[in-house]
């Protein structure tokens, strides 16, 4: 995958630049031959819909009352192919609302075209059409659902993003799952803000042009006194500038295939970290040149290194009578006060919104308030620990290696054991457990934040499901089978399920247990302790009534009974991003059958052992005194599948499927 990795140093407000292009269409304006229904379902086959333009030009301007904001205008159309393409007549502005200040939309338009004849219809919508979201994190989105979207709608969209919040400088994205004939992004910034961008993905752009210029415009300053810092009047400021533009045409779509951790970690993006600021004849302010400015820049912040101090105070309401002397203790003690305390609130966070009091008062509280209050409270027990900043699955993984502060927005606790060895936690579960974390927060690496820990966290310590299946099991003539089942499932898998359990009605894991089957289930059980490393186990009795098909005097059964993979999902024959698990499995099952005296075997299938690095399975059917027995184990001892190597995996993975379709064949005397 190609990265770019760029200095940008640039401009400020509107002017007349001779790298502006005009936009791949006049907004309002569409003639019925630009509508040409079968042009573009011949162009793009099979495709729900396409991007005809997406043009987007960045400037940076100064408002007096407060300073310096980026401006993105964007003109935006596409063009509906069939009637998967109906969702995309619902669009979406996210927009960046903190404690205090919030970014603001402006001068929205929006047009839906439809041809009548040789007409052209317009439908318009205005802004006050759309209702807004919460998406989490401090981000809301202003969403419309367009009306009179059908089948040859042509959809346009005009806006302005105006935001005081250069840390958030946006990305630009020049791939979707759909194709994008023209893709278009423009950017001027001052050279006293200094920004590192990466391309990411796999097209190479048309266009990379930028041009030197020089800008001034009035700014009121500010100067320091003995009474604080007063209002120095208006001066003006001259500087040097970069305008950039990038454009990239014909992008094909890029379709999300299984197994995907998220499609948007792949789509051609260019992606903006503030590192620097320097007025003139100042001293650099460094943001994220290095992770030590990170670093610093964190242990002073209201909603970050602030919060986790004032915490100190406001949990010793919680301290117990007497200190636990183990440190597992203690982590566990702190683990649950937390969690007891303060519920979750489903709010993905990598900064805090409230005070610690606040929190506490309230009992809930976002990802990053409940786990930086676990931090504290570890601390203020004896124990080392630190925040660990993650960015989440649906977050998409890391753009980059180098020191960033806006790819966050998760936050989870480390505590270190006396040993130096790392306990990874999360309050925010229903029940959780020290060293393991949920899902959403698996993702590759994260960073401790502390001036005593400022390193790289591996969230993938505990990902390994252990499981084994052990299934008696009676046929009778008529196909029915009658038995019980016991499932031992530990380490991730157990916490996994824990959570599960706790979260929805047990009723759903039973009705999903054995899937396809007409199955009953008596005397149920579900036992584990969530303290020992025991594993969770599963008990029931079952029947199923006619599981084997009878065919004239045979019966026949699949051979790993309901552990059958029916289906390859590894269709394509090539791959541009890795095949992503979302743990490791180390999977045995047991079957043993009994069977009626008048029953004999007449097919069982050979011994398979089979290895491709370090994922193998083996498939071995004996007779025994009563009947037959199966074991099947299925090792998967590692976890992405890089694509270099996904020919070799899908024909691994093809032939698993082939043994897995393997029958046993009876006779019925």
């Known amino acids: 995958m190609r990265t770019l990795i760029l200095i940008l140093i640039t401009t400020s407000v509107f002017l007349i630049n001779p790298l502006n292009a005009e936009p791949p269409f006049d907004f309002g304006r569409i003639s019925a031959s630009e509508m040409d229904l079968e042009y573009f379902r011949e162009k793009y086959p099979g495709e729900p819909a396409v991007i005809i333009g997406d043009f987007a030009d960045c400037r940076f301007n100064y408002d007096d009352h407060k300073g310096f904001q980026f401006v993105i205008r964007r003109h935006y159309r596409i063009i509906i192919l069939n009637e998967a393409g109906l969702d995309y007549g619902n669009f979406s502005i996210p927009y960046y609302k903190s404690p205090d200040r919030e970014e603001i939309i402006r001068r929205f338009r929006a047009h839906v075209y439809n041809k009548d004849g040789n007409r052209v219809n317009r439908t318009r919508i205005r802004d006050r059409e759309g209702f807004t979201n919460d998406r989490g994190n401090n981000w809301k989105e202003l969403t419309f659902a367009f009306p009179e979207v059908k089948v040859g709608s042509v959809i346009e969209v005009r806006y302005d993003l105006i935001s005081d919040f250069l840390f958030q400088l946006r990305s630009w994205q020049f791939q ?62 001259t500087a040097r500038s970069t305008q950039y533009r990038w454009v990239a045409k014909n992008v094909p779509g890029m379709k999300p295939e299984p197994y995907t951790d998220n499609i948007r970690n792949y789509l051609s993006t260019m992606f903006f970290e503030f590192a620097h600021k320097q007025w003139p004849d100042e001293e650099p302010k460094h943001f994220t040149t290095t992770w030590e400015d990170i670093m610093n820049y964190l242990e002073d912040h209201k909603y970050f290194g602030k919060y986790l101090k004032d915490s100190y105070l406001a949990l010793h309401q919680f301290l117990p009578e007497q200190n636990p002397e183990e440190p597992e203790e203690i982590i566990w003690y702190a683990l649950e006060t937390i969690h007891d305390n303060v519920r979750w609130n489903n709010d993905a966070s990598f900064f805090t919104d409230d005070s610690p009091e606040e929190v506490l008062q309230k009992g809930s509280g976002n990802s990053s308030e409940i786990n930086m209050l676990l931090v504290g409270l570890l601390r203020i027990m004896g124990m080392e620990a630190y925040p660990v900043a993650v960015s989440t699955v649906s ?55 502390d001036p005593a820990f400022n390193n790289w966290v591996n969230l993938e310590t505990k990902i390994q499901i252990n499981q084994e299946n ?49 199955v009953t289930f008596t005397n149920r059980n579900i036992a584990y302790d969530h303290k020992d490393e025991k594993p969770l186990v599963v008990t029931a009795d079952i029947h199923i009534p006619s599981y084997a098909m009878r065919i004239g005097d045979e019966l026949v059964l699949p051979a790993l009974f309901f552990e059958t993979l029916e289906e390859n999902v590894f269709q394509a024959e090539e791959r541009l991003y890795p095949v992503f698990f979302d743990n490791t499995l180390n999977n045995i099952m047991r079957i043993n059958l009994e069977l009626p005296e008048n029953i ?21 059917a004996d007779e025994t005194d009563t009947g037959l027995q199966i074991i099947w ?37």
Do not use: C
Not at 177 to 202: C, D, T
Not at 641 to 657: D, L, N
């Open 176 to 237: 979707h799952e759909i194709p994008v004939m023209h893709s278009e992004y423009q950017i001027n910034l001052p050279s006293f803000y200094v920004y590192y961008a990466s391309l990411r993905g796999f097209i190479d752009l048309d266009v990379r042009d930028e041009k030197s210029a020089i800008d001034s415009w009035q700014i009121r300053r500010k100067i320091n006194s003995a009474y604080g810092q007063v209002d120095g009047g208006l001066i003006n400021l």
């Open 633 to 669: 184990t299925n090792n998967r001892l590692i976890r992405i599948i890089q694509p270099e190597s996904y020919t070799g995996f899908r024909r691994f993975y093809s032939q698993m499927i082939e043994d897995n379709l393997e029958n046993i064949i009876l006779k019925v005397e």
């Open 395 to 449: 977050n998409g993984s890391l753009q980059s290696e180098r020191p960033t502060l806006i790819q966050w927005n998760y936050l989870v606790a480390l505590a270190r054991l006396p040993d130096d060895t790392f306990v990874l936690l999360d309050a925010t579960v229903p029940k959780p457990i020290p060293g393991f974390l949920p899902q959403r927060a698996i993702n590759g690496r994260g960073r401790a934040f």
């Open 470 to 518: 052990i299934y008696n099991l009676r046929l009778n003539e008529q196909g029915d089978i009658t038995g019980n089942i016991e499932i031992k499932i530990n380490n991730f898998g157990k916490y996994q399920l824990i959570q599960r359990l706790a979260g929805q009605d047990e009723e759903r894991f039973w009705n999903a247990l054995i899937g396809g089957a007409d």
């Open 600 to 620: 004999s075997i007449s097919y069982m299938p050979e011994a398979r052992n089979r290895r491709w690095g370090r994922l193998s399975y083996t498939l071995l």
